[in-house]
């Protein structure tokens, strides 16, 4: 549903509370749930895009105790500790200060609903403000055993949810689910939340029975629905991988839409940041970790694996090319099979095509690295740089250690160690003097030979 004007303004009004606080016990990883990541990105950090996206600026997000990496990361979003994991309505009162401060709208999204988008989230706030004290997100799952049902009443109005272990029989037939997106009449917010009790299986309190509450005071509540694709909630490790599934997919078909070509789109994995101009070509088997910028008209042959990157237009990345964090290619640089990059920056032109390591360095425009090259960036305790002249052509398996430049124009032999620097234009050549004994194969192999009977006797 595209957002109007309108939307943006009310949003503003609007204070949104993100629910993060869960261990995510049927997860089992010492992580917190929330931050696990979906296309190289925390499912809060998605969440919070779609917030933003959504053009609501205030946020608040609900944590547990010891979750201090959680606060780092949202931050400067302010963050409410919940000092025990009571339920979800319970985690939204954490958040009593700010809600307390007043907002036309208390909005409630979940930190592990990592797919909604901005427009269901605009959407649902502008079905609260048709009149209803409470709105509620919901979807028709293929699978709803795990969810809250939607219960109506007789004019198809929201009555109440009931989660799941609670449902009777006829009830958990319901395939009408709450996906856990909820909007509030902001100036009642704390009294109905306050009203909510722990009369129920888990004894815990539960942010659905907000709509029973308000129901019982004579407001309305009412809900909408958007796709399961958009509303899957993650609370064990499948999930994730079904969520990362549909989020490849997603980002995929932007990538496409956008312009490049992704000649096997499901053997492609792309990050939440990932960008790809228009005629990027990208062959099958190519991962994209976070970070990567690819401009128009390059190509990244298969099995590479890029993350915090810059590709130039026209660039030809692979096959099998690793870029690492704060590798540049300048516009139409070459970087081959076997070759790594890291914190490395390739001019215009520049080619590494086979079986090399650059590090810590600097490649002129146009400058040649033969295959095999190494710069020896690491002595055991400090890195150091390498810097390379524009059009300098290094030979085939030399050994760079840094710190050293070659200078524009250099030229540097095959083989070479290189640890002093080489002046602009020069030709450095460091390696042993080859020695060749003209014609004397024949008498080497005989001494050889008479050697091996002369054992066996
Ligand atoms: C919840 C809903 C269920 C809905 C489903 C959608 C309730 C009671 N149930 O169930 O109706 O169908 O989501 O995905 O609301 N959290 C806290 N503190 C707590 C408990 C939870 O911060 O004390 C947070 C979790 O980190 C999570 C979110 O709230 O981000 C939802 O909690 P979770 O335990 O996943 O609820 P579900 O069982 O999935
Ligand atoms: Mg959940």
Redesign the pocket.
């Known amino acids: 549903m595209p957002m109007t004007t309108t939307d943006i303004r009310c949003a503003d009004a609007t204070l949104a509370v993100v629910?993060?606080?869960?261990e995510?016990t049927r997860m089992k990883s010492s992580l917190p749930?929330?931050m696990h990541p979906v296309a190289g990105r925390p499912m809060v950090g998605h969440v919070l895009d779609a917030v933003a996206g959504a053009g609501i600026g205030r946020v608040a997000v609900?944590i547990?105790p010891g979750m201090e990496r959680l606060a780092r990361w949202v931050a400067p979003h302010p963050t409410a500790v919940?000092s025990e994991?009571?339920?979800?309505?319970?985690?939204v009162l954490a958040a009593r200060a700010e809600i307390a401060a007043g907002a036309d709208d208390l909005l409630v999204v979940?930190?592990?609903?990592p797919l909604v988008s901005p427009g269901t989230i605009a959407g649902l706030l502008a079905e609260r403000r048709r009149g209803a004290a409470v709105a509620v997100l919901g979807f028709r799952p293929a699978d709803p055993s795990?969810?809250?049902r939607f219960v109506l009443d007789a004019a198809g109005g929201l009555e109440r949810?009931v989660?799941?272990r609670d449902a009777t029989e006829a009830e958990r037939r319901i395939g009408l689910?709450?996906?856990?997106l909820m909007a509030i009449d902001g100036a009642r917010a704390l009294d109905l939340l306050d009203r909510v009790g722990c009369d129920n299986a888990k004894g815990?309190y539960?942010?659905?029975d907000l709509v029973a509450v308000a129901r019982g005071l004579g407001l309305p509540c009412r809900f909408a629905e958007a796709p399961e694709a958009e509303?899957?909630?993650v609370?064990t490790r499948l999930d994730l991988a079904r969520a990362e599934a549909a989020m490849q997919e997603r980002l995929r078909r932007r990538a496409m839409a956008e312009g490049a070509t992704l000649i096997a789109p499901e053997t492609v994995f792309l990050a939440a940041d990932t960008r790809l101009g228009r005629d990027v070509t990208v062959h099958p088997h190519v991962v994209f970790g976070p970070g990567v910028t690819v401009a128009d008209g390059a190509e990244i042959r298969s099995f590479s694996h890029l993350e915090q990157a810059t590709v130039g237009a026209g660039a030809l990345v692979g096959p099998f090319a690793r870029l690492r964090p704060g590798a540049e290619l300048g516009e139409g640089a070459h970087v081959g099979n076997f070759v790594e990059i890291k914190a490395a920056t390739l001019g215009a032109g520049a080619k590494a095509n086979h079986l090399a390591y650059i590090g810590d360095a600097s490649v002129g425009a146009g400058a040649n690295i033969g295959a095999g090259t190494i710069t020896c960036n690491y002595d055991g305790f400090a890195k150091y740089r390498t810097d390379i002249g524009a059009g300098a052509f290094i030979g085939s398996n030399t050994a760079l250690v840094a710190p050293v430049t070659v200078g524009a124009g250099a030229i540097v032999g095959a083989g070479s160690v290189v640890t002093e620097p080489v002046p602009d234009d020069a030709i450095a050549i460091a390696r042993a003097r080859q020695t060749t004994r003209t014609g004397q194969a024949p008498a080497y192999r005989a001494l050889r030979r008479a050697r091996r009977e002369g054992g066996k006797a």
Request: glycine share 20%; aromatic share 8%; with cysteine.
């Open positions: 629910l993060a606080a869960g995510g749930k929330v609900v547990g919940q994991r009571r339920g979800t309505a319970h985690a979940f930190g592990d609903t795990p969810y809250g949810i989660e799941a689910c709450n996906a856990g815990e539960y942010l659905t509303l899957m909630g609370n």
